[in-house]
């Protein structure tokens, strides 16, 4: 008799809160901050190496390109901080959106470096020529396009991540609903066999 009602009350306990992890934010101090220090020292790089095929002078105006590659820097900067703002939107807009900001920021990144090298004795020749300046607009516009679709793949999947763990929660709290209504489910029934137990125990005399 003890031992049933033990058993009954173990059933009917209430089952303990499942061991969840706290759902960490967004990463955007650290992940993309790495990726865009990461993203511009190759930009400079390639800049680099293509002055060298030149046949120029890479360290003639190396820090006319430093600081022109900072002001790169804080553009591709903002433009994480507007795509990250409309990351709710769908991802044909955002995609839009980032050629939009791409090119927004390739304009004033050329006629910061244009103003940064024309003060210079060592500025690059033919600077100032149409077609040299359509070139070097549409090479910072596919760069910057280039950093912009990085965000979008970079915020799409942590936003995969948030709701494959959201899931999981959802299922590990409908299990636990389960979990509960079954013990709810079976009560019932055990408590009418001991009652039927101790109405036998009655009438033997036990």
């Known amino acids: 008799m003890v031992r049933c009602i033990a058993h009954h009350r173990r059933m009917n306990a209430v089952a303990p809160p499942l061991d969840r992890k706290p759902r960490p934010g967004w990463a955007a101090p650290k992940v993309p901050a790495a990726l865009l220090l990461s993203y511009w020292i190759g930009v400079y790089l390639v800049g680099t190496a293509w002055t060298l095929l030149l046949g120029q002078d890479p360290w003639a105006y190396a820090e006319a390109r430093?600081?022109?590659?900072?002001?790169?820097?804080?553009?591709?900067?903002?433009?994480?901080?507007?795509l990250f703002a409309f990351r709710r939107l769908p991802f044909p807009v955002q995609v839009l959106l980032a050629l939009l900001f791409a090119l927004v920021a390739a304009l004033g990144y050329k006629l910061f470096s244009g103003w940064l090298f024309y003060g210079m004795a060592t500025a690059p020749e033919a600077a100032d020529q149409r077609e040299a300046f359509a070139q070097s607009l549409f090479y910072w516009t596919a760069t910057f396009f280039g950093w912009g679709t990085s965000v979008i793949a970079l915020l799409y999947n942590m936003a995969v991540r948030e709701r494959?763990?959201?899931l999981g929660e959802l299922r590990a709290q409908a299990y636990d609903a389960q979990m509960r209504a079954l013990?709810?489910?079976i009560s019932p029934h055990f408590l009418f066999n001991t009652l039927n137990a101790v109405a036998s125990?009655?009438?033997?005399?036990?």
């Open 183 to 185: 013990h709810y489910q």
């Open 66 to 82: 430093i600081y022109a590659t900072l002001f790169g820097v804080g553009m591709a900067t903002l433009i994480g901080v507007a």
């Open 201 to 206: 125990l009655i009438e033997r005399g036990e």
């Open 164 to 166: 494959e763990q959201r």
